[in-house]
Nanobody, 124 residues
Framework: QVQLVESGGGSVQAGGSLRLSCATY????????MGWFRQAPGKEREGVAV????????WYADSVKGRFTISQDNAKNTLYLQMNNLKPEDTAMYYC?????????????????WGQGTKVTVSS
């Protein structure tokens, strides 16, 4: 089992920055892809960024490329999402997720464990 605990959400004005953190507990050595997803009210959950443990290969949604950066501190068992130049359309609940699949995955259905989420609100 893997437990994920997100933090760092909040309310900011457009153009501002936030850094989300995801502390991981449990069999973290068996997780390969870790990612951030988000879900806005009335919309489906969508992938934001994913990182592959070891190779550090990354994937970003087109809507956040150049503004968001995903990173991982293995010593602290923590996943991060640095979000810069935030826009109102970034407003959503952000979820951390972990996958036991050995290949690099970016689709929500391929992730096995999920955190409870942290809310991000961006005002114009």
């Amino acid at each position: 089992q893997v437990q994920l605990v997100e933090s760092g959400g909040g309310s900011v004005q457009a153009g501002g920055s936030l850094r989300l953190s995801c502390a991981t507990y449990g069999y973290t050595s068996e997780t390969y892809s870790m990612g951030w997803f988000r879900q806005a009210p009335g919309k489906e959950r969508e992938g934001v960024a994913v990182i592959y443990t070891g190779s550090r290969k990354t994937w970003y949604a087109d809507s956040v490329k150049g503004r968001f950066t995903i990173s991982q501190d293995n010593a602290k068992n923590t996943l991060y999402l640095q979000m810069n130049n935030l826009k109102p359309e970034d407003t959503a609940m952000y979820y951390c997720a972990a996958s036991f699949r050995r290949n690099f995955v970016v689709v929500a259905a391929d992730f096995d464990f999920w955190g409870q989420g942290t809310k991000v609100t961006v005002s114009s």
